[in-house]
């Protein structure tokens, strides 16, 4: 069940088009914002919100990057994987934040704190190597910054 | 018309098409995955690139794709070029990277278009040394087999499936090379043309799942040019039979009928033929006991000498029987004692069909010519469950509309992502009014829901409206307001189209239709009319103009009549249960011709074995009146024999004469068109007449048919000599005419290097055009503008409806309400089981509860199922579905507590 | 030095508020056009000032514009978009400019739309962009209440709505075809071309498509006119362009400069040079779609004909350089699997080919390599490129793989021969 809130967030996306349907995407981040992530059940909901079939919304869901269907922890680690950061070893990094979580890529650490998973350029390639955490985008990471950043997720 | 030069020779091409059509119209083999005849060119695959240049003296060129060139005045191209072969080659080896190559175990293999295709673009070295990735196959349903690590990805399935069937349970899921085809989760395909997949498909990912069971490839089949049996469109079908069982049908194309699609029904309703209800030899009951003793032939014949020895014989024949059958039941018992084996509204819906479409001004269109209608009205009639394929057609109308707008872009129709792109925002002008929210709603630009009367008012208010000169008043009723519009746009329109059908028995809707069709005609407009019928033979059995069941039950009851013979009926769906019962006791005998056991034979005295339409020549003529012949793809079973011939055998065991001389069913023909002047058509049927080129039968075994001997080792090492067949061209062997198969007789579409159905475009004379440049099929009836339209006899009325009851209205399901294909399993797994429809807020009941409902003497329980959209004070009674009786109508139903 | 489209933007500060950007002239070339400019006119300013687009192509933006059905008999509906979907790997140009001066793009925006006379605008921004979402969104506001944008704009006849939509992430969104797919919430694959956008775009209408920088120019032109546009360049494109440099350089960062500046400048003045202990061996120039040069080419131009004539592109004209210590077969591996990962999946070559290739470079970089691979890569830079597939994604991903075939195949050998790499300590 989509709450009130979700419901006139999607309502209020719908404005921006002239089909219902095009809020899709909007309609799908609007729910991950509040859930984190897009269950089977949630894509059921927002389709008939927009009076789709779930097939026709889930195969644009499944599309894109940034919509999760799969559950993910409080906080997603978006670790820039191209080529800006690859050539300011961002690999080094990434093997150093595997270590520090216990988790490989796309994997949640058991305490549900934190998802990682690769990005393609964060645009941030004057300071790479870089990564996002939610909302939030770091550049400049070295193993030690990288400890302390970890430190305010809770 | 353009001239093209194609490796430098010219040629002259039609105008607007594209380069790849152009190449496959003028016989180069050009491969191609993405482009369907159908569904146009979206230049996913890049399969079909050649060599452009810009002039004679441009030697380098530059590759495009020839689905998305158009073959303009002038344009240079190579097929051969060494750029566009290594090209189209490696297509092949990027498609195969992951593709498992399992051809030996692939129900596609050997009709695979992929394998065409690969042999075509001379890949055949695999240097890839990474692993292939898998995925996971999906459950979906009883008529779909899917098989996803065969796909390549040509998203043919979703452009169908989706964009033009209209289903939306069927998509592209992920991205890159990680796409996946299926649904959002386990479950039958919703669809209604789910099994066209299988055809759409170029590999073996969505495959025939019924046909699994006992799978036999493409050459092992003996196949025949059939005709569906389980609708009044005249879908053309291929049989396929190995060991004596039906193992599948496919698509036959017909440019102006069923095109390159046929519905789930019509595909997957075949099992009947295999059946354990079949009944294999003559069969005798004592009155009233089972079980029934088996008979020889001369016994039966014997019997039956004997009792019509007994008094006068009647007839009563079948919709759903061939028309040469039915004549041949007319033969035996005289004209004057042949009934119609339909309800008395059937009967007159008929008559009323027959009179407007041969006497009045606007012609049946086609199925193909319902969907180039620039405006439609769809007035009384759920078509996606009573004619699917008009569903699917009128479909085709949003897409025609476009297609003008994208003209005016210099954009060809064939553009097909370019076209869909205007398409999306533009509904076309189809109107559509029925009891319920139809499946085809989405693509109306309005629609009505009410009940039958409301609907003859509401044709009558648009027949108003045509002459109005005024729009309605602001605040007249949506039946009023609706129909202005409705008539508006019709009147707009160059091309407008009614279709109606009497699936709500209410032969004012089938007036209303003509008289609007027959004013838009007078005001010039190309006016036209369609009319669903309720079987495959209606309108072949209107056209003889047989007395009504009721006067059959009148004669039996008043005792003139002792014997009474049924043809391929079961009465028990044609009236009340009661009424039938009375008639079986009333006669003193009864004698019945079937296929199938049904409630009518099981209370027969006499029942003969006759052979469906698999197995004996028939000829239907569908609802525009179009006679076709179907022929068989197996000699009877056991000794089942066309009802016919058995009539034949009746009347000589009885002396009448008239019918001695039939040796085959071009004789009956002959005979048919003598006595009733209007089949006249029917004799050019006849392979002799239509083909005369034809010397010697088709084989129906494929050349590389394999185990003629083997198959039977286990009974004879000898092999038998093959059956003769006097009904059809064709032979039941792999010998006979070596030449092109007539467009009638289409049955294997095949030549070197195509191997599956794309092949077909070696059988038109151009793309999506006629076989060979050839109509088939026969029309009959053609407007003789003799008569005025009739006038619109209001709908019977209703009385009043007290607190607790519902108007009973008929509703047609696709899976369930025709006798036939409900006997195949596939289908059966698709249909609802016994239930009624009541309107959402009905205040009575939800889904799944179940309430005692009182219909005149009937008190039944039955479960309800919410249809959507019903309008309200009616309960949709489903017709047909096993377990539900028949009722006559009108009819009120009252919820009892 | 003119610095028009970053005039505005202070360093780690938030960007002007409305009442900031119209005290420092901001609005006044929107007054201007609406008060005494005809659309043609707008166009026309555009199209002398030698505008070429800044998201890649560098298709002229007033020669797009002029592609729109105008008039009477045009559609009523039209749309422009504005492509801020900067996902291209090494690019940050358009970040610079959507997170410093929101205003001065919205006020391109609505002088694009009125050029184009389209009733609706839409900013199509990737999610990522958070802190750009957030000031943009603002000033959209602020527009919006100060009547900049609506209905009757500054009392004049015209009207636009401006949207901003932000994207679920996948490059092939920037593609502008596929990005009209995605705002109607399609799966964005791209769309055969013809039709064009400008005559059948978003939802069928007339549509064009500019980049952030592209229309943050649009202003400048109408405030200042052609020849001061064409004067900021020195060459014959008009303008200045936002440079950018990363990798192992001493100052990484994005400057606007007069267009064609060259690689040296950039590197060594702006940049700074490389890192102590390292020497330059490479350099891609435009993003990762554009071929690799070597130390050779530091003289080049950074304009449009210059990079073209080096046998590169200027792309986004956001370079990376590549030094001594970097493994260019890594470095094509890594591009490769961004391609591979990106490809939408539409046509058979880039979803199935650019895979394969990237596998092939991982197992060379890897020391896995065979020796038929360098012939397998090779030829697929001619069989993905420009024309055989549908887009320009793949043709894109040949660059950088058949720029370091040319410069680079010893180090190719190497890695096969010796099975290792080489670079890896
Ligand atoms: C794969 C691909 C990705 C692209 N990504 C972007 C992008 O992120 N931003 C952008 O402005 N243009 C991008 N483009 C270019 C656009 O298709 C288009 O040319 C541009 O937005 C037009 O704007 P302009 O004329 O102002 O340059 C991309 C093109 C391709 C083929
Ligand atoms: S080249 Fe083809 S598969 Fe790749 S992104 Fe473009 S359309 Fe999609
Ligand atoms: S058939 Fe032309 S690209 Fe697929």
Not at chain 2, 125 to 154: A, V
Not at chain 2, 295 to 305: D, F, G, P, Q, R
Request: proline share 7%; hydrophobic share 40%; with cysteine.
């Amino acid at each position: 069940m989509l709450s009130p809130t979700e419901k006139e967030e999607i309502v209020a996306a719908m404005a921006h088009y002239d089909l219902k349907k095009a809020a899709g995407i909007d309609a799908l981040r609007i729910v991950q914002r509040h859930r984190g992530w897009v269950s089977d059940d949630t894509l059921r909901d927002v389709a008939a919100a927009l009076a789709m079939d779930p097939a026709e919304l889930d195969s644009v869901a499944t599309f894109y990057n940034l919509i999760f269907r799969q559950p993910v922890g409080r906080h997603v680690i978006l670790i820039c994987d191209s080529v800006s950061c690859w050539v300011m070893g961002y690999e080094n990094l990434l093997e150093h934040l595997q270590r520090r979580l216990g988790i490989g890529m796309g994997q949640t650490t058991r305490d549900g704190r934190f998802t990682l998973l690769p990005h393609v350029c964060l645009g941030a390639c004057d300071k790479a190597p870089a990564m996002m955490i939610d909302d939030e985008l770091y550049g400049c990471l070295d193993a030690e910054k990288i400890d302390a950043i970890l430190e305010s997720y809770k | 018309m353009p001239t093209i030069y194609i490796d430098n020779q010219p040629y002259t091409v039609a105008p607007g098409l594209n380069l790849l059509q152009a190449c496959l119209e003028l016989g180069f083999d050009l491969p191609y995955f993405c482009w369907h005849p159908a569904l146009g060119s979206v230049g996913a695959c890049r399969q079909c690139a050649v060599k452009r240049f810009k002039d004679e003296k441009d030697t380098r060129g530059e590759l495009v794709m020839a689905c998305l060139t158009p073959a303009d005045q002038g344009t240079r191209i190579a097929i051969d070029d060494p750029e566009a072969v290594q090209f189209r080659a490696s297509i092949i080896e990027w498609l195969m990277l992951n593709h498992p190559h399992d051809c030996p175990v692939c129900d596609e293999g050997g009709e695979c278009h992929l394998q065409d295709m690969t042999v075509m673009s001379g890949h055949n070295y695999r240097r890839n040394r990474f692993p292939k990735r898998t995925h996971r196959n999906q459950d979906l349903g009883p008529f779909i087999n899917h098989e996803m690590n065969r796909c390549i990805q040509c998203y043919r399935c979703v452009r169908f499936y989706h964009d033009y069937a209209g289903g939306t349970d069927l998509n592209v899921f992920a991205c890159h090379d990680r796409l996946y085809f299926g649904r959002f989760e386990d479950g039958a395909l919703e669809s209604e043309f789910s099994g066209n997949l299988v055809e759409i498909c170029p590999t073996g990912v969505y495959t025939d799942r019924p046909f699994k069971r006992n799978h036999t490839r493409k050459w092992d089949l003996q196949t025949a040019p059939s005709i569906c049996p389980h609708c009044s469109l005249g879908c053309n079908t291929i049989l396929g039979e190995r060991y004596g069982e039906l193992r599948r049908v496919r698509n036959r194309y017909h440019h102006q009928i069923n095109g390159y699609f046929l519905c789930d029904r019509g595909r997957y309703g075949y099992d009947y033929v295999n059946s354990e209800r079949r009944i294999r030899q003559p069969l005798h009951f004592q009155r009233g006991q089972a079980p029934a003793v088996p008979l020889t032939v001369e016994a039966a014949l014997s019997k039956w000498t004997a009792m019509a020895a007994k008094g006068k014989v009647i007839g009563i024949g079948s919709p759903r029987a061939s028309s040469e059958t039915n004549f041949a039941l007319r033969a035996l018992v005289g004209p004057d004692n042949f009934y119609a084996g339909v309800s008395a509204d059937d009967q007159r819906g008929l008559e009323i069909v027959r009179a407007i479409l041969a006497d009045g001004s606007v012609p049946a269109t086609t199925l193909q010519g319902a969907g180039l209608s620039d405006a439609a009205l769809v007035l009384g009639e759920d078509v996606t469950q009573s004619a699917p394929l008009l569903a699917l057609n009128l479909r085709r109308m949003r897409f025609r509309k476009a297609a003008v707008m994208a003209a005016g872009f210099q954009l060809p129709a064939w553009n097909d992502s370019g076209v869909r792109e205007l398409a999306q925002l533009n509904l076309p002008n189809l109107f559509i009014a029925a009891t319920h929210a139809t499946r085809l709603d989405d693509e109306a630009w309005r629609t009505l829901q009410a009940s039958p009367q409301e609907l003859v008012r509401f044709g009558s208010a648009v027949l108003a409206a045509l002459e109005a000169t005024a729009p309605p008043a602001e605040d007249v009723d949506a039946v009023t307001a609706m129909a202005w519009e409705t008539a508006q746009a019709l009147l707009k329109a160059q091309r407008p189209l009614v279709a109606t059908g009497f699936s709500l028995c209410e032969p004012g809707l089938l007036q209303a239709a003509a008289a609007i069709a027959a004013h838009l005609k007078a005001k010039g407009r190309d006016a036209q009319l369609f009319f669903c019928l309720p079987e495959a033979n209606s309108m072949g059995l209107a056209l003889m103009q047989p007395h009504s069941l009721e006067k059959a039950l009148a004669a039996v009851a008043q005792g003139t009549a002792e014997t009474v013979i049924i043809l391929e009926n079961d009465l028990f769906r044609r009236a009340q249960p009661a009424t039938v019962e009375a008639l079986l006791a009333k006669a003193r005998q009864v004698v019945a011709l079937d296929h199938l056991t049904t409630a009518t034979t099981v209370k027969a005295d006499l029942v003969f074995p006759a052979a469906p339409l698999a197995e004996a020549a028939g000829t239907l003529v569908n609802n525009e009146g179009r006679a076709q012949r179907a022929y068989a793809v197996m000699p009877p079973s056991g000794t089942a024999r066309a009802s016919w011939r058995w009539l034949q055998a009746m009347a000589q065991a009885m002396d009448r004469k008239g019918l001695e001389n039939w040796k085959s069913i071009d004789d009956v023909a002959v005979d048919l068109a003598k006595a009733l002047p209007v089949f006249k058509p029917i004799t050019e049927l006849s392979p002799t007449v239509s083909v005369p080129t034809l010397d010697g039968k088709l084989p129906r075994q494929s050349h590389r048919y394999s185990g003629r001997t083997a198959m039977r080792a286990h009974l004879s090492v000898h092999e038998p000599k093959p059956p003769a067949d006097p009904d059809a061209p064709l032979a039941y062997s792999m010998e006979g005419f070596d030449g092109p198969q007539p467009p009638a007789l289409t049955m294997r579409e095949w030549a070197p290097g195509w191997n599956s159905e794309q092949a077909l475009h070696k059988f038109q004379g151009e793309i999506s055009g006629p076989l060979q440049n050839a109509d088939s099929g026969r029309r009959l009836i053609t407007p003789a503008a003799s008569a005025g339209p009739a006038p619109i006899s209001s709908a019977a009325p209703v009385k009043s409806l007290a607190d607790a009851e519902f108007q009973v209205v008929p509703m047609t399901i696709i899976f369930g309400s025709e006798e036939l294909s409900i006997v195949a399993p596939a289908v059966a797994q698709r249909a609802p089981g016994p239930h009624v429809g009541l309107g959402p807020d009905n205040g009575f009941a939800v889904e799944g509860q179940a309430v005692w409902l009182r219909i005149g003497d009937l008190l039944t329980e039955q479960i309800v199922r919410i249809v959507p959209g019903l309008a309200p004070g009616l309960l949709a009674w489903p017709v047909g579905l096993p377990g539900m009786p028949t009722i006559t109508l009108p009819a009120v139903a009252k919820v009892e507590q | 030095m003119q610095r028009p489209l970053t005039q505005n933007i202070r360093p780690n500060q938030p960007p002007l508020s409305l009442a900031e950007y119209e005290k420092a002239g901001g609005y006044q070339a929107l007054r201007k056009v609406l008060s005494s400019m005809t659309p043609q006119q707008v166009t026309t300013a555009v199209l002398e000032a030698n505008l070429r687009g800044r998201g890649g192509a560098g298709f002229p933006t007033g020669r797009k514009w002029s592609f729109v059905p105008m008039g009477d008999d045009a559609p009523r509906l039209k749309y422009l978009v504005i492509n801020a979907d900067e996902m291209e790997p090494a690019t940050f140009k358009d970040r610079v400019l959507l997170e410093g001066d929101p205003h001065q793009l919205i006020e391109g925006i609505i002088i694009g739309a009125y050029a184009i006379q389209a009733p609706v605008a839409y900013i199509f921004l990737r999610t990522t962009y958070t802190e750009a979402f957030r000031r943009i969104d603002k000033a959209i506001a602020e527009a919006q209440a100060q009547g900049y944008l609506g209905h009757n704009i500054l009392g004049s006849p015209f009207s636009v709505e401006l949207h901003l939509h932000a994207s679920a992430g996948r490059y092939i969104c920037g593609e502008e075809t596929a990005l009209l797919n995605a705002l109607e919430g399609k799966r964005a694959n791209p769309r055969a071309k013809p039709p064009f956008p400008p005559v059948i775009g978003l939802w069928g209408k007339p549509t064009v498509a500019n980049n952030v920088e592209t229309i943050c120019n649009v202003p400048h032109i109408i405030n200042h006119g052609a020849a001061w546009f064409r004067g900021l360049s020195r060459v014959a494109d008009g303008g200045t362009k936002i440079y950018g440099v990363s990798g192992k350089v001493k100052r990484p960062g994005a400057w606007e400069l007069p267009l064609g500046v060259t690689i040296r400048e950039l590197l060594e003045e702006h940049a700074g040079g490389l890192r102590p202990g390292l020497a330059l061996r490479a350099i891609l120039p435009g993003g990762a779609s554009t071929d690799l040069l070597t130390a050779d080419h530091l003289d080049v131009v950074m304009d449009f004909n210059g990079v073209a004539a080096a046998g590169s592109r200027l792309g986004t004209g956001t370079m990376v350089v590549v030094d001594d210590k970097t493994c260019i077969v890594g470095l094509v591996a890594n591009l490769m699997r961004f391609f591979a990962q990106e490809s939408c999946g539409w046509c058979t070559p880039c979803r199935e080919g650019l895979p394969w290739l990237a596998k092939i470079l991982t197992a060379i970089e890897q020391g896995q390599g065979a020796p038929e691979d360098i012939a397998i890569l090779k030829e697929h830079t001619r069989l993905l490129g420009p024309g055989r597939t549908y887009c320009a994604l793949a043709p894109g991903a040949m660059e950088p793989l058949q720029s370091a075939l040319k410069y680079f195949e010893e180090d190719f050998q190497r890695h096969i021969r010796e099975k290792r790499c080489p670079w890896r300590s």
